[in-house]
């Protein structure tokens, strides 16, 4: 059996793209329970999530999350597990930096991906992950095209005074 495909279902094209945003935590080296919130800063109400725009052609921002890569300036891995929670709107912190994560927008929160952990290199540490049990996050933004990322600890993390995370997300523009 032939089996033909119209024009107006076909797509050529696939954008990919790599989104990324960066933070620098504060300047201490206070160990992380499991739950705590990884962020720029000790107060809550001066915290940024970082913000991420997918910059793809789709109007409403039609994307998959398929992967993503965190790189930190620190090279210790011990521990280092951490959690990227994804959310449609700016969410509102309630805790700054290590304290627990804790906010709003549940109606709008996407998702979250788990990295288990990461790589040491001489000049700081990487890692990858996917979504949880293995499924992609497939999101329409209805509010817009940014979107907006915490990251949580795992486990019980000590972190590098000062350290630097970069967080790049791994997207197709078509689902």
């Not at 940024?48 to 997918?54: E, G, K, N, R, S």
């Not at 509010?143 to 949580?152: C, E, I, N, P, V």
């Amino acid at each position: 059996m032939e089996r033909s495909v119209s024009a107006s279902c076909r797509r050529d094209t696939m954008q990919i793209t790599n989104p990324s945003a960066t933070f620098t935590r504060p300047a201490d080296t206070t160990q992380y329970s499991i739950g705590d919130l990884i962020a720029n800063s000790t107060t809550a109400g001066s915290v940024v999530p970082m913000a991420f725009d997918p910059g793809n052609s789709a109007g409403t921002g039609q994307f998959r999350l398929t992967r993503l890569r965190i790189i930190k300036s620190g090279t210790s891995v011990t521990a280092a597990n951490l959690r990227l929670h994804l959310y449609e709107n700016l969410p509102v912190v309630a805790n700054g930096d290590n304290g627990a994560w804790s906010t709003d927008n549940a109606a709008h929160w996407l998702g979250n991906i788990d990295m288990a952990s990461m790589l040491a290199f001489t000049d700081g540490a990487a890692g990858t992950a996917s979504a949880v049990a293995g499924s992609e996050l497939l999101i329409k933004m209805y509010q817009g095209k940014t979107f907006y990322g915490l990251l949580a600890n795992l486990s019980t993390y000590t972190p590098a005074s000062a350290e630097v995370f970069t967080v790049i997300l791994e997207l197709l523009d078509s689902y």
